[in-house]
């Protein structure tokens, strides 16, 4: 099957970081992953600069990159002032976001589950009339960091609202990643009765470190679909406790093992990456790779 990976670095990475990157860095970064072949990269987001300081550079980034033909780059849009901004520097995809617990998207968004879904309407229709497609997220899907536990029927309930509103693709967020494989066939057995399994992305952080079996169970499960990150970077700075995304390099290394044809190569990446953020990344196949011999790899 082949598989559909978005980079989330440059967005879910670098907002979770403390130290403010060179923009320079970032458009270098960006860069190192087109060339490494991805099919789309969510390459800044156009949220409040206030809220967000470290992304505040978004147009900068958007105008500088060299853009690969054969790669969509997006970003998070949450709002109409968010669209303007985006589409003046022409994003290729806006990704709106809302969650399935209540007390997260209020901090996360400043507004109930219902009204950041009314704010990004017309989010929806700008994109519609430029032509672009749009992402919904969905985050906090398995557990919450205020709430807990989040019931499969929460989350379909949201997935409803974003497919009535004609979104492209929803990708379900495991925002602390918390998930076990359990929950995550529990819910996708709950989602496709609902939503075709193309129009499903997960995005699984690995705090717990079984985001690399989750992103296995939904390939079991028919999904294509994956957010990840080079090195492992990333978290949300209104989720306290969220470790990084799950590492690219692992998942390339699981689903390609198990039959998945996927494109991107990371060396490059890692080195640049390493530089810009002053530490080692993790990967945990990297660190098996390096020492292993030539028959083991
Ligand atoms: P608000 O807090 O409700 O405030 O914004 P507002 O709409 O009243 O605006 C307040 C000020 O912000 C105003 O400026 C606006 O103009 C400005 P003032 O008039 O006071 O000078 N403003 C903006 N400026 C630039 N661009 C904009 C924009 N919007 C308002 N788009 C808002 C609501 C959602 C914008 C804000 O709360 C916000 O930006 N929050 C940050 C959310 C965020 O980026 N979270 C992290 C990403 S989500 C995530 O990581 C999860 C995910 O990875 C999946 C997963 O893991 O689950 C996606
Ligand atoms: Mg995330």
């Known amino acids: 099957m082949k598989v559909r990976l978005t980079e989330v670095g440059p967005r879910d990475g670098l907002q979770n970081e403390s130290r403010t990157i060179p923009t320079e860095m970032k458009v270098r970064f960006v860069d190192a992953l087109s060339e490494a072949g991805y099919e789309e990269i969510e390459a800044s987001a156009f949220v409040s600069p206030e809220r967000v300081p470290q992304l505040a550079d978004a147009e900068e980034v958007f105008a500088r990159i060299k853009r690969r033909e054969g790669t969509l780059y997006s970003a998070l849009v949450p709002n109409e002032r968010g669209l303007e901004r985006a ?19 209020r901090k996360n968004v400043n507004a109930s589950i219902a009204e950041s879904i009314e704010r990004f309407k017309p989010v929806i229709e700008g994109a519609r009339a430029a032509s672009i497609p749009v992402r919904g997220y969905i985050s906090t899907a398995f557990w919450c960091p205020y709430e807990g536990r989040i019931a499969p029927d929460r989350v379909v309930d949201v997935v409803k609202r974003l497919t009535d509103l004609g979104i492209d693709e929803i990708s379900i967020g495991d925002t602390i990643g918390k998930a076990v494989p ?3 066939m529990a819910l996708l057995d709950r989602l496709l009765d609902h939503l075709d399994q193309d129009r499903i992305v997960m995005h699984f952080h690995d705090t717990y470190g079984t985001a690399i079996a989750n992103v296995l169970a939904s390939y079991e499960r028919g999904i294509s679909g994956f957010d990840s990150s080079a090195g492992g970077v990333g978290g949300c700075p209104f989720a306290p406790g969220a470790a990084g995304n799950v590492a690219t390099e692992d998942v390339i290394w699981a689903l390609t093992r198990s039959g998945a044809a996927l494109a991107p190569d990371l060396d490059r990446v890692r080195a640049l990456l390493e530089t810009a953020l002053g530490r080692p990344l993790r990967s945990r196949v990297r660190e098996a790779l390096s020492g292993a011999k030539p028959q083991e790899r």
């Open 87 to 105: 589409l003046r520097v022409k994003v290729g995809k806006a990704s709106v976001f809302t969650a399935a617990s209540e007390t997260f998207n």
């Open 182 to 184: 359990a929950e995550v």
